[in-house]
């Protein structure tokens, strides 16, 4: 019989418990001990849903206080030195200075934090040289093993595979792999799997999802050399390498051969699986673990055309050696479509979130099990939903279509090069040497929430919150003024999210209340979800940008989210080309540009953290992607005249292999996620001889440490040994949403300081 599975799934909670004791226990509100209480309620939870909705194997050790990889970074002892770790088990206060960094008189950065493969959740980077030693320094899956048995939970243990762990980490020494270091990793995790073993794991799940990128011969040779040696200690346990996010190509001959017991295949976003398995066979002696079900997009699935797919896998694999089960782990979606009770009823049946995707996996299981017809009135009931959302008008509009259809290259250029834009904006803007400015955001205090949430449920008038938001802008222009930062911004009191604020004003989305996803930590976001064509009825941001600027005679920056932020950042229809859907929202951004322009504003920022994480993962699939961002940004603000100027932010990505798309933006700033990163990200810049103004993040502002001002000093005149004075713009990381208002106030003071004394040492023609 086959078995219903998942990779994983989400650690949230229905009502954000983890987020709750996070939060309160950084705060000092909640002890140690209340944490771990939450995380194992967390865990009773996620694994009773598995159950009752029939799942055969639930993933264990798939939950985490903060991130999967810190939690193998705990595992395996790979602690920098900076945290001052005792070598024992990696404790609370140690696991969380790498999640965020210390303050005080402990004083220590986070770790770097980037993204996840192709999505919007955000790891924290192993930091690994050569001299790392590895220990066992975590009795996290052996403790949750433990409790899943005596729940009556049939596990599988969930962990990072060795080789994707170190080809996910960063080395802290040129010329030196982290590869490298795979012979010292593996009695490690040898030991784990021996342990696990010893303790009753049926099923080890080694995550490799490396592998679904392009991979080299000696990489391949190090998958192989790493389940080797953890077969032979593996006892009566299966090991199943798990692979997600693509297809894996090259990798399929290596996979196949591997002594190990069961492979994972995403056949959702790597359909190409398929085709090898039917080109080149599959080995009779593994189990083969089918992702079906789309574990990162929110729409009900087509069941037919699903079980259609397993029947046609089932040709090549017998039914007994196959695990049905979502394409990637579910912590990429919401747990529960059925708390959303203020969607439009027609629409809901059209999703499915984490616990309806279990259904699916379950009534699939059942129809590859005991045949299609025990599963006829499910099968009916899903074609009847997926007729209808088809044949819904809220998916199409003539217009916007018809818009798109005239579209011509004129559309996506500027009337103006970039070198004949420089003087027009120089004269206009009126900056110094080294302009200070912010990403946008300012802390979103529980006063702005209180009133937001008051006038959201009636408990105060539009009128009465829209003059609270006022009071706001005008103090932090106040304080903007009285720090001497040089481009202010409005602080986005009146948003929400950086995505939901212009979907709730674009036509074509649809918004949910309880449908949280996981960034990184204790950081939440509800994806909007795109269910139709879209358009923007009307102006967007140009009242309160308008406002601001009428409050100082300094420029402040009109603030707008990319197109292909947007796209990335939302659930996006699948019945057409996501090009085509990011196209329809960049025509939407255009006409806020615009009408920003002609409103006065002289510095508009067109955000795009989201571009390079979207970027496919193998190389041959890239340039058809990048050239649909490029063009939408494009077309998003070519309409600014060439006084206005056009900035863009990025962050926590790998920007090298995209440089050349990033110049193509042509936006006159581009700022950049840079502290965590040294010099990486500059250096790429440098090499690529980029010639446009560069800001990149001289502090984290995702911790709440506060920079010293000789710290900031020493990371502006870093980055003037590899950037063009004239380049050189001075901000954070990212937006200060997230912050606290004293944290806010002393780093930018003393960001606005060392930028004031390095501009000291420039000759006096420069400043």
Same mark, same amino acid.
């Given at each position: 019989?086959?078995?219903?599975?998942?990779?994983?799934?989400?650690?949230?909670?229905?009502?954000?418990?983890?987020?709750? #004791?996070?939060?309160?226990?950084?705060?000092?509100?909640?002890?140690?001990?209340?944490?771990?209480?939450?995380?194992?309620?967390?865990?009773?939870?996620?694994?009773?849903?598995?159950?009752?909705?029939?799942?055969?194997?639930?993933?264990?050790?798939?939950?985490?206080?903060? +991130?999967?990889?810190?939690?193998?970074?705990?595992?395996?002892?790979?602690?920098?030195?900076?945290?001052?770790?005792?070598? $024992?088990?990696?404790?609370?206060?140690?696991?969380?200075?790498?999640?965020?960094?210390?303050?005080?008189?402990?004083?220590?950065?986070?770790?770097?934090?980037?993204?996840?493969?192709?999505?919007?959740?955000?790891?924290?980077?192993?930091?690994? #040289?050569? +001299?790392?030693?590895?220990?066992?320094?975590?009795?996290?899956?052996?403790?949750?093993?433990?409790?899943?048995?005596?729940?009556?939970?049939?596990?599988?243990?969930?962990?990072?595979?060795?080789?994707?762990?170190?080809?996910?980490?960063?080395?802290?020494?040129?010329?030196?792999?982290?590869?490298?270091?795979?012979?010292?990793?593996?009695?490690?995790?040898?030991?784990?799997?021996?342990?696990?073993?010893?303790?009753?794991?049926?099923?080890?799940?080694?995550?490799?999802?490396?592998? !679904?990128?392009?991979?080299?011969?000696?990489?391949?040779?190090?998958?192989?050399?790493?389940?080797?040696?953890?077969?032979?200690?593996?006892?009566?346990?299966?090991?199943?390498?798990?692979?997600?996010?693509? /297809?894996?190509?090259?990798?399929?001959?290596?996979?196949?051969?591997?002594?190990?017991?069961?492979?994972?295949?995403?056949? !959702?976003?790597?359909?190409?699986?398929?085709?090898?398995?039917?080109?080149?066979?599959?080995?009779?002696?593994?189990?083969?673990?089918?992702?079906?079900?789309?574990?990162? $997009?929110?729409?009900?699935?087509?069941?037919?055309?699903?079980?259609?797919?397993?029947?046609?896998?089932?040709?090549?694999?017998?039914?007994?050696?196959? *695990?049905?089960?979502?394409?990637?782990?579910?912590?990429?979606?919401?747990?529960?479509?059925?708390?959303?009770?203020?969607? %439009?009823?027609?629409?809901?049946?059209?999703?499915?979130?984490?616990?309806?995707?279990?259904?699916?996996?379950?009534?699939?299981?059942?129809?590859? $099990?005991?045949?299609?017809?025990?599963?006829?009135?499910?099968?009916?009931?899903?074609?009847?939903?997926?007729?209808?959302?088809?044949?819904?008008?809220?998916?199409?509009?003539?217009?916007?279509?018809?818009?798109?259809?005239?579209?011509?290259?004129?559309?996506?250029?500027?009337?103006?090069?970039?070198?004949?834009?420089?003087?027009?904006?120089?004269?206009?803007?009126?900056?110094?040497?080294?302009?200070?400015?912010?990403?946008?955001?300012?802390?979103?205090?529980?006063?702005?929430?209180?009133?937001?949430?008051?006038?959201?449920?009636?408990?105060?008038?539009?009128?009465?919150?829209?003059?609270?938001?006022?009071?706001?802008?005008?103090?932090?222009?106040?304080?903007?003024? #009285?720090?001497?930062?040089?481009?202010?911004? *409005?602080?986005?009191?009146?948003?929400?999210?950086?995505?939901?604020?212009?979907?709730?004003?674009?036509?074509?989305?649809?918004?949910?209340?309880?449908?949280?996803?996981?960034?990184?930590?204790?950081?939440?976001?509800?994806?909007?979800?795109?269910?139709? %064509?879209?358009?923007?009825?009307?102006?967007?941001?140009?009242?309160?940008?308008?406002?601001?600027?009428?409050?100082?005679?300094?420029?402040?920056?009109?603030?707008?989210?990319?197109?292909?932020?947007?796209?990335?950042?939302?659930?996006?229809?699948?019945?057409?080309?996501?090009?085509?859907?990011?196209?329809?929202?960049?025509?939407?951004?255009?006409?806020?540009?615009?009408?920003?322009?002609?409103?006065?504003?002289? !510095?508009?920022?067109?955000?795009?953290? #989201?571009?390079?994480?979207?970027?496919?993962?193998?190389?041959? %699939?890239?340039?058809?992607?990048?050239?649909?961002?490029?063009?939408?940004?494009?077309?998003?603000?070519?309409?600014?005249?060439?006084?206005?100027?056009? /900035?863009? /932010?990025?962050?926590?990505?790998?920007?090298?292999?995209?440089?050349?798309?990033?110049?193509?933006?042509?936006? %006159?700033?581009?700022?950049?996620?840079?502290?965590?990163?040294?010099?990486?990200?500059?250096?790429?810049? /440098?090499?690529?001889?980029?010639?446009?103004?560069?800001?990149?993040?001289?502090?984290?502002?995702?911790?709440?440490?506060?920079?010293?001002?000789?710290?900031?000093?020493?990371?502006?005149?870093?980055?003037?040994?590899?950037?063009?004075?004239?380049?050189?713009?001075?901000?954070?990381?990212?937006?200060?949403?997230?912050?606290?208002?004293?944290?806010?106030?002393?780093?930018?003071?003393?960001?606005?300081?060392?930028?004031?004394?390095?501009?000291?040492?420039?000759?006096?023609?420069?400043?």
């Amino acid at each position: 019989m086959a078995l219903a599975t998942i990779p994983g799934y989400p650690r949230i909670g229905k009502q954000r418990e983890l987020k709750r #004791a996070l939060e309160g226990f950084w705060s000092g509100k909640l002890t140690e001990d209340d944490v771990v209480a939450a995380a194992a309620a967390g865990n009773r939870a996620n694994w009773s849903a598995q159950q009752t909705a029939g799942l055969d194997l639930i993933p264990v050790n798939d939950f985490s206080l903060y +991130d999967q990889v810190l939690d193998a970074t705990a595992l395996v002892g790979a602690v920098p030195a900076r945290y001052e770790w005792s070598g $024992n088990q990696v404790d609370l206060d140690t696991y969380f200075a790498m999640a965020r960094g210390r303050a005080g008189d402990r004083d220590v950065v986070a770790m770097e934090m980037t993204k996840w493969f192709d999505t919007n959740y955000h790891y924290l980077v192993p930091e690994l #040289a050569p +001299d790392t030693a590895f220990r066992l320094s975590s009795d996290q899956p052996f403790t949750q093993l433990a409790a899943a048995k005596a729940a009556g939970v049939r596990a599988k243990m969930a962990l990072i595979g060795p080789v994707s762990y170190l080809l996910l980490a960063k080395s802290t020494e040129d010329e030196f792999s982290p590869l490298q270091l795979l012979d010292h990793l593996l009695p490690i995790y040898a030991e784990v799997v021996s342990n696990l073993a010893a303790a009753g794991a049926e099923w080890i799940q080694f995550d490799e999802s490396m592998l !679904v990128m392009d991979r080299t011969a000696v990489e391949l040779e190090a998958i192989a050399r790493a389940y080797t040696a953890l077969a032979d200690v593996k006892g009566s346990a299966k090991l199943v390498v798990h692979t997600a996010y693509d /297809h894996v190509g090259a990798s399929f001959g290596t996979l196949t051969t591997l002594p190990i017991d069961g492979i994972g295949f995403d056949f !959702v976003r790597g359909p190409e699986n398929l085709d090898l398995i039917e080109r080149s066979g599959y080995p009779a002696d593994k189990v083969l673990v089918a992702g079906v079900i789309d574990g990162r $997009n929110i729409w009900t699935a087509d069941l037919g055309q699903s079980l259609d797919l397993l029947k046609r896998i089932a040709q090549r694999v017998p039914v007994d050696r196959l *695990h049905v089960s979502s394409s990637s782990t579910l912590l990429h979606v919401p747990l529960d479509v059925r708390l959303e009770t203020e969607i %439009d009823p027609a629409i809901v049946p059209w999703l499915a979130f984490a616990e309806q995707k279990l259904a699916e996996l379950a009534i699939l299981t059942r129809g590859l $099990n005991e045949g299609e017809q025990m599963i006829v009135g499910e099968l009916a009931a899903n074609r009847e939903i997926i007729a209808r959302r088809n044949a819904s008008p809220l998916r199409r509009d003539p217009a916007v279509r018809e818009r798109l259809a005239r579209l011509s290259d004129a559309d996506m250029t500027r009337s103006a090069l970039f070198a004949e834009r420089v003087a027009p904006q120089r004269d206009r803007l009126h900056l110094p040497a080294l302009p200070t400015t912010t990403i946008g955001s300012f802390p979103q205090t529980p006063e702005v929430r209180v009133s937001r949430r008051k006038a959201e449920r009636g408990e105060i008038s539009a009128a009465a919150h829209d003059s609270f938001v006022e009071d706001q802008i005008r103090a932090v222009i106040a304080e903007q003024e #009285a720090l001497g930062l040089d481009v202010l911004v *409005h602080g986005e009191f009146e948003r929400n999210d950086m995505v939901q604020y212009f979907g709730e004003q674009l036509v074509g989305f649809v918004f949910t209340r309880h449908a949280w996803v996981q960034s990184y930590g204790s950081r939440y976001v509800r994806p909007p979800v795109i269910v139709g %064509d879209v358009s923007r009825p009307e102006p967007m941001t140009v009242r309160w940008s308008a406002f601001a600027q009428s409050l100082t005679e300094r420029p402040v920056k009109g603030m707008l989210t990319g197109p292909v932020t947007i796209l990335n950042w939302s659930f996006v229809r699948d019945d057409q080309p996501r090009a085509d859907t990011c196209r329809q929202i960049a025509l939407a951004i255009r006409d806020e540009v615009a009408d920003l322009d002609r409103a006065g504003i002289k !510095v508009i920022q067109v955000d795009e953290p #989201a571009l390079r994480e979207g970027v496919p993962l193998r190389k041959e %699939d890239q340039a058809e992607y990048l050239q649909m961002a490029v063009e939408s940004f494009r077309l998003a603000t070519a309409v600014a005249r060439p006084e206005t100027q056009i /900035h863009s /932010h990025m962050c926590y990505s790998e920007f090298g292999e995209i440089i050349g798309s990033i110049e193509a933006l042509d936006a %006159d700033v581009v700022s950049i996620e840079n502290a965590r990163s040294g010099l990486e990200m500059l250096k790429v810049f /440098h090499q690529h001889g980029y010639d446009k103004g560069v800001g990149p993040g001289v502090y984290d502002i995702h911790s709440p440490r506060v920079p010293p001002v000789a710290e900031i000093m020493a990371a502006v005149e870093a980055t003037l040994d590899v950037l063009d004075r004239a380049q050189v713009w001075v901000n954070p990381d990212c937006g200060l949403k997230t912050r606290q208002q004293p944290e806010v106030r002393a780093a930018l003071a003393n960001m606005v300081e060392a930028t004031r004394a390095v501009r000291a040492k420039l000759p006096v023609s420069a400043r």
